[in-house]
């Protein structure tokens, strides 16, 4: 597939053991993959090494510029081993939940994984188990290592399943010591983009950049919003993170159902206005998993996401663990690209630059960039960057001008493939803005994109060789 057939919203597609296979993956790209998403709560460290390695081999084979996102697993909480056939638990009788026993022997010692459970609930919260299959509230709690719950909605417990505390405030770290061995090994490979699960605060998102930092690593950090503590915190959550990714799994057991919807379209748009890019995720195409077709509320799932304006749409069982992995990224992309077509304005998309910022002066020029591009008819807005900043301007504004990118630092062309209608090109001369601006149109000819005639926006910093935020624009008539 060329480039310029692409759609402007992105896909990530989940490596899993129906997709990590080099041809399949190849395959993936070619139907339309443009971030691969590497879940740290499965596989081991030698096979993420081995995956990472073939979606460099397939870059280099295709000159694709295919992203990598690590995403750590996060304080998953969970409960113990159950009895073969799983454990009934019927409404209004007690159980109890306690931190030494791994084994259930009765209900009166069903293991939880949170060794802080006891100090953290308080009585008249609910608790959720499988995927809030089973509700629990707390009856009373010794404070230590044993809470007595009382069941709201019954069910049959299986072993391992996970735990949501919703209504509790958790004193859990949101890096684990899982998580940190984990950030070990990704701090030493080629990533993009590394997801942090279960954010509550900005502050954490803070600490995880402050260790990244301290290794030196360019990877920038996607805050994932799945507690109600992170709904509550969210502009200042999105203020600290590098994109935000709307973990609808989770956040549905946290939240009730109803609200998602709502919260989606808020999140997105708080993200536009910051100019973070944004993910939705989890359950899109869900019955791809077994089914060679999506349902037709999945089809509908999909292209909401486009018109209530995401950067990105993500795939997870679908092609980790799916009888159909590409069957489900080319459905993706056609439901991806029809909806666009029903865009016929950007205007409702388009934020106006805040005047508190402290890149003000740079965001009015790529907002006048993206207006003035309209004005005269461009076909492209074309920007040079270092730290991507350029790009998450332009792309907030949601131009209908395409937006090619040029960037010295290697590692930023794919980073950037998560952007919306962001594509990439190397380019690494110091020379003269109109030198520059000249090469960057031969390339764009060279390429097809751009042809004789055609108006392009030029945007950059001057001088050009300080490589500091945008700070002019040039329309141009190609030659």
């Known amino acids: 597939m060329k480039i310029e057939d692409r759609q402007s919203t992105k896909l990530i597609s989940t490596l899993g053991p129906a997709s ?36 460099l081999g397939i870059n280099k084979e295709l000159g694709t510029h295919v992203g990598i996102i690590a995403d750590l697993q996060g304080p998953k ?12 638990l019927v409404e209004g009788e007690t159980v109890t939940f306690v931190n030494w026993e791994r084994e259930v022997v009765d209900k009166d010692t069903i293991y939880m994984s949170y060794e802080r459970f006891a100090a953290d609930v308080h009585p008249g919260e609910k608790i959720l188990l499988d995927d809030g ?25 299986h072993s391992n399943k996970g735990v949501n505390l919703p ?15 984990d950030l070990d090994f990704i701090l030493r490979q080629p990533v993009n ?7 509550r605060s900005p502050q954490d998102i803070l600490d995880l950049k402050e260790r990244i930092a301290a290794k030196r690593h360019p990877a920038k950090v996607i805050a994932k919003i799945e507690k109600s503590e992170a709904v509550a915190a969210l502009d200042e959550i999105i ?5 935000v990714m709307i973990a609808r799994g989770d956040l549905g057991i946290e939240f009730p ?28 195409m869900e019955s791809m998993i077994s089914n060679p077709t999506p349902t037709r509320a999945e089809v509908t799932d999909v292209a909401n996401a486009v018109l209530d304006g995401a950067d990105t749409v993500m795939l ?19 439901i991806l690209t029809e909806a666009e077509k029903y865009i016929t304005s950007f205007e409702q998309y388009r934020p106006y630059p805040d005047q508190s910022s402290p890149t003000f002066l740079s965001d009015v020029i790529c907002y006048s960039a993206v207006k003035t591009a309209e004005d005269i008819g461009a076909k492209a807005i074309i920007g040079m960057t270092v730290s991507g900043y350029t790009a998450f301007s332009v792309s907030s504004y949601r131009p209908e001008a395409k937006i090619y990118i040029f960037s010295a630092e290697r590692h930023m062309l794919a980073t950037l493939n998560l952007v919306w209608g962001v594509r990439c090109f190397f380019y690494d001369k110091l020379t003269t803005t109109d030198e520059t601006f000249e090469d960057v149109q031969n390339i764009l000819k060279g390429e097809k994109l751009i042809q004789k005639g055609d108006v392009i926006i030029n945007t950059a910093s001057m001088p050009i060789y300080q490589r500091q935020r945008t700070n002019m624009l040039k329309a141009t008539v190609v030659d």
């Open 20 to 55: 990590q296979g080099y041809d399949v993956m190849r395959e993936l790209i070619y139907s339309g993959v443009d971030m691969f998403r590497f879940n740290f709560s499965h596989g081991d460290h030698s096979t993420h090494q081995e995956n990472i390695q073939k979606v």
């Open 77 to 88: 909480l969970r409960v113990g081993k159950m009895p073969e056939g799983g454990l009934q």
């Open 133 to 157: 299959k089973i509700i629990l509230q707390v009856q009373q709690t010794n404070g230590k290592d044993s809470v007595q719950l009382k069941v709201l909605a019954g069910g049959v417990l």
């Open 167 to 181: 209504e509790t405030r958790v004193s859990l770290p949101c890096l684990t010591a899982k998580d940190l061995e």
């Open 193 to 199: 983009w590394i997801a942090l699960s279960f954010v």
């Open 239 to 243: 203020e600290a993170a590098d994109a």
């Open 257 to 284: 159902l109803e609200r998602l919807p709502a919260l989606q379209k808020e999140i997105i748009r708080k993200c536009r206005d910051k100019a973070r890019p944004v993910i939705v995720a989890t359950q899109m």
């Open 316 to 334: 997870s069982g679908e092609t980790a663990i799916g009888k159909y992995p590409v069957e489900v990224v080319r459905a993706v992309n056609r």
